[in-house]
């Protein structure tokens, strides 16, 4: 009997050899290893919902070829399952996702060489033990699912692994010291989970290692030297971690190394000077550590560099003048350092640059003037000292999607400001701006600006009307001087999620079209003189998680509904009349008539 399995298996492999999975001929289909498909129907069953559909195809006799989606048999073993791939199509919708455990009936998949499970979500418990058995294993993807406890040693066994990524789980304790025996290993991603203590010594052995991930995790110690002995790594990124001690000089030594992040962490001590022998970087993120002393003159050798952040350090002054140097160069953040540099430096505006951050530089006079303002898509020259030229200084950036020049002393008349049509986040609060509303928010604001904040300037006027169309979410107009009412027409702006118009002058009473913004998750028309009703409608508006009525002249009945009978009583304190939960009851529910 086994011997005519065998035979019947040799037959269709020879046949079946080129495509076994998608082949149309008329021969009977491939038999498929009963052993295996008890494995796979063993990993089913241990998924106790699946809406992306996968597994419903998992029915039948033959797992190589009955349409088992995600499962390929092998051309060397014929009738056994050696890929197993499994990927979330739509990682971005909550609705798709498989649930259960990762059942180890799959470490049965005797010649498995890929298993890519990933995305799926809600996929919960360990990665089994067991899993140490399938030997073949090259490749074991696990990413963004919600597997728990430690990663295994037992898959320090796994000789012929080249790739382990198990990001975005909630793995915990330490990486363990046998993952350093898997000397054919090219890429070990560990990213988004919350692993601690040190990198171990052992991993110094992983000499063909191409690309390591430790990113957003809580790992800590030092980076270690051997690191540098990796000639192969092409990407280091340990963004977001607990490492400290100062930077390895020998990582320098990396010369194929193209992304260096060691963002976000507590690293001390100067930049080494060496950092330009780095000839393959392109992306370099340093960014928020506590490095201190001068940036090296000799970044400006990086050839390939098109990222360069060095943000929030204790960097100081001199910047070199990198004017003949990082020909690549596309975008920039020196924001939040000990840096005082006056003056945007000329090598910066007369680059093509896509991103360019300053804040926190000590800035001071006119905004700078771009050569190649159309290239800016991101500006950031926020916690400045910028005084004037916002004019017609942000019309010219056409690209420009995103513009912070928040808490500066820009002095200037809102309503002379033409916004770029493309721009999606414009944040000026916290400057000397006066005028009007009227052009930066009204019937012809660009369909694209989702986040404006103009608060606390000196903006006068009123709230202007809004037409349909606008993709508005967020709206902050907080400690101006705006008078007048709130437009019923405000319902037009059917994404908003927050309006704040707190601290202000209007009047009139609260628009019953409120209750339309389905969106609205928070709510704020503290302090102005707002009269009349908290309207009924707004109990329409299920998202609310915050919303303050204080210090108005509105009388009546609070609605009596969740959220708005749960939000303290001070989100109604300081007003004419106003009564009923979270304040005290109405006396014998006397309607006050206003304005109708
Ligand atoms: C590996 O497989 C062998 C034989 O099938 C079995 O005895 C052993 O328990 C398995 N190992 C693990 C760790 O499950
Ligand atoms: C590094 O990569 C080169 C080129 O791909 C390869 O020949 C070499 O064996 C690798 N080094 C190690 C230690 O694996
Ligand atoms: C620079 O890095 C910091 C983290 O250190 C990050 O928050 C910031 O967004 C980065 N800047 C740019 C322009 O990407
Ligand atoms: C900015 O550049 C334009 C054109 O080159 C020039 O006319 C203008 O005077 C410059 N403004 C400032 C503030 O340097
Ligand atoms: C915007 O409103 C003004 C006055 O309310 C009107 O004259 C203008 O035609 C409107 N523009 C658009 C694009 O609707």
């Known amino acids: 009997m086994q011997f005519l399995m065998w035979a019947v298996e040799f037959l269709l492999f020879t046949s079946f050899f080129t495509n076994p999975v998608s082949s149309q001929s008329e021969t009977p289909p491939g038999v498929c290893s009963g052993s295996d498909r008890a494995a796979l129907l063993g990993f089913k069953a241990s998924i106790l919902k699946d809406t992306t559909g996968f597994l419903s195809t998992w029915t039948g006799a033959d797992c190589c070829n009955g349409g088992w989606e995600g499962v390929e048999c092998g051309g060397a073993a014929a009738g056994r399952v050696t890929r197993l791939i499994l990927q ?16 180890p009936s799959l470490s049965k998949l ?3 060489e890929i298993m ?3 995305g799926m979500k809600k ?3 360990k990665i089994p033990e067991s899993f140490s058995n399938l030997t073949h294993l090259t490749n ?3 990413d963004d699912n919600f597997l728990q406890g430690n990663i295994p040693s037992s898959l320090g066994h796994l000789r012929n692994l080249q790739t382990i990524s198990l990001s975005g789980n909630h793995l915990t304790g330490q990486i363990p010291t046998s993952l350093g025996n898997l000397k054919n290993l090219l ?3 560990l990213a988004k989970n919350f692993l601690t203590g040190p990198i171990p010594f052992a991993l110094n052995s992983l000499r063909g290692l191409q690309t390591l991930d430790l990113g957003l995790n809580s790992l800590s110690g030092l980076i270690p030297g051997f690191l540098g002995q990796l ?5 280091l990124v340990l963004t977001s971690n607990k490492f400290s001690g100062q930077i390895p000089i020998s990582l320098c030594n990396l010369f194929q190394l193209s992304e260096l992040s060691i963002d976000q962490n507590q690293l001390i001590g100067r930049i080494p000077t060496q950092i330009g022998n780095l000839k393959s970087v392109s992306v370099l993120r340093l960014g928020t550590n506590k490095l201190t002393g001068q940036i090296p003159e000799s970044i400006s050798h990086l050839q390939n560099l098109w990222n360069l952040n060095l943000s929030r350090n204790l960097l100081t002054n001199p910047l070199p003048d990198f004017s003949r140097g990082l020909p690549s160069l596309l975008s920039i953040d020196l924001s939040y350092n000990n840096l005082d540099l006056r003056t945007v430096p000329n090598w910066i505006r007369f680059r093509e640059l896509s991103d360019v951050h300053l804040a926190g530089c000590k800035l001071r006079g006119p905004l700078p003037n771009f050569t190649k303002p159309d290239s800016l898509s991101t500006l950031d020259l926020s916690d400045n000292y910028f005084t004037n030229g916002i004019s017609n200084f942000l019309e010219k950036m056409t690209s420009l999607q995103g513009a912070k020049i928040s808490n500066n002393l820009l002095n200037g008349d809102l309503s002379s400001i033409r916004l770029p049509n493309q721009i999606s986040t414009l944040d000026l609060h916290s400057n000397r701006l006066f005028g009007s509303l009227s052009r930066v928010l009204s019937n012809e604001t660009n369909k694209f600006l989702e986040v404006i904040d103009l608060s606390r300037n000196q903006i006068s006027g009123s709230i202007p009307e809004f037409s349909g169309g606008l993709n508005l979410k967020v709206v902050n107009l907080a400690s101006n001087k705006i008078s007048g009412h709130i437009p019923s027409s405000v319902s037009n702006m059917a994404k908003l999620e927050r309006f704040d118009i707190s601290r202000n002058r209007i009047t009139g009473t609260i628009p019953t079209s409120i209750g339309l913004l389905m969106k609205l ?3 704020d028309l503290s302090i102005n003189g707002i009269s009349g009703k908290i309207p009924e409608s707004l109990l329409g508006i299920e998202g609310l998680r915050h919303a303050s009525f204080r210090a108005n002249r509105l009388c009546g009945e609070i609605p009596q509904g969740r959220p708005f009978n749960i939000f303290p009583a001070a989100a109604y304190a300081h007003n004419l009349c106003l009564c009923g939960k979270p304040l005290p009851p109405c006396k014998g529910k006397k309607e006050i008539k206003m304005g109708q």
């Not at 739509?90 to 059942?103: A, E, H, I, R």
């Not at 000639?231 to 990407?235: D, K, V």
Request: no cysteine; proline share 3%.
């Open 88 to 103: 979330n199509p739509s990682l971005n919708s909550d609705g798709v996702y498989m649930k259960g455990f990762l059942s």
């Open 110 to 112: 005797q010649f498995l």
């Open 116 to 118: 890519v499970i990933s």
């Open 123 to 125: 996929i919960t418990g």
């Open 140 to 142: 074991l993807v696990l």
């Open 187 to 189: 890429q070990l991603n």
């Open 231 to 235: 000639q192969n790594l092409t990407s």
């Open 521 to 523: 998750q928070w709510l």
